[in-house]
């Protein structure tokens, strides 16, 4: 079993900057993919953003430009980093990793960006 674990949320201003953590632990052998997914209130949850086990990236449109995701393979560990923050950018974000073949996902951290 794979457990996933987010970190990382909380409230802040809009233009600033939070950097959310997801940890993979358990019995993996491997991930080959990690991402980013969030749902704002009364909205269907979105893609963020993705990576790839070779490193490729995927971005909404909507975060280009200010988010940045990451990985470190040694620690099953993910981030984003969230740059320039607006209201709109308020959700729960959940962190779905790939392991073994499997997607499992993390219960989700609150962001919330006040105006």
């Known amino acids: 079993q794979v457990q996933v674990v987010e970190s990382g949320g909380g409230l802040v201003q809009a233009g600033g900057s939070l950097r959310l953590s997801c940890a993979a632990s358990g019995s993996i052998v491997s991930i080959n993919v990690m991402g980013w997914y969030r749902q704002a209130p009364g909205k269907q949850r979105e893609l963020v953003a993705v990576i790839i086990s070779g490193g490729r990236t995927v971005y909404a449109d909507s975060v280009k430009g200010r988010f940045t995701i990451s990985r470190d393979n040694a620690k099953n560990t993910v981030y984003l980093q969230m740059n320039s923050l607006k209201p709109e950018d308020t959700a729960v974000y959940s962190c779905?990793?790939?392991?073994?073949?499997?997607?499992?996902w993390g219960k989700g951290t609150l962001v919330t960006v006040s105006s």
């Open positions: 779905k990793v790939n392991a073994n073949w499997v997607d499992y």
